[in-house]
């Protein structure tokens, strides 16, 4: 009431628009409507997660990757998004072979993952691993695979709709690849 008084928000009053007890019961459900929206607003941040932005490491990073001219910024930005979620599949998957006792393999079968340009990569020993050539060739299948799968994964929790998915991934090829 002190606070209606004070804005001079009485003179709004008019006979012709209703009681004057209205006008009064309608003022007090607004203040206590605006007092509680006050008391229950979410202050800037609240209920979030603080995430240390650490830019001596980034700037650091940054100083580490090749320039490559032929690239936009746009284009460099994708690459380096591209390489971000390949290493953080290939490092999920080494987890995932690690954890199962297979890491051996996995660093074997590793450097095969993809031909990096070279028509035919050198073959991993299969004294190295202990298995014949049959099933080096199917073991390094699974891993493309299943590195296809963690890829797939880690593209999923940067987009919002999972249609999105496959558009990304087409992307982050393209990214990759250079086209």
Do not use: C
Request: net charge positive.
């Amino acid at each position: 009431l002190a606070r209606l008084l004070a804005s001079e928000g009485i003179g709004a009053a008019r006979p012709e628009r209703g009681r004057f007890r209205t006008f009064l019961l309608t003022a007090l459900r607004n203040f206590l409507t605006d007092e509680w929206r006050h008391a229950h607003a979410a202050k800037r941040g609240g209920g979030q997660v603080i995430v240390s932005i650490d830019l001596s490491q980034a700037a650091q990073r940054f100083a580490e990757e090749p320039v490559d001219q032929k690239l936009t910024p746009d284009q460099a930005f994708d690459r380096a998004w591209a390489v971000e979620m390949l290493e953080r599949a290939v490092a999920r998957l080494r987890e995932e072979y690690e954890s199962s006792g297979r890491g051996a393999l996995f660093a074997a079968l590793a450097p095969r993952l993809w031909n990096n340009g070279i028509a035919n990569p050198p073959a991993p020993s299969p004294n190295r691993v202990e298995m014949n050539a049959h099933a080096v060739s199917m073991a390094l299948n699974r891993l493309r695979h299943r590195l296809g799968l963690r890829l797939r994964e880690e593209v999923a929790a940067t987009v919002a709709d999972g249609t999105d998915i496959d558009a990304e991934l087409r992307l982050l090829i393209a990214a990759i690849g250079g086209n």
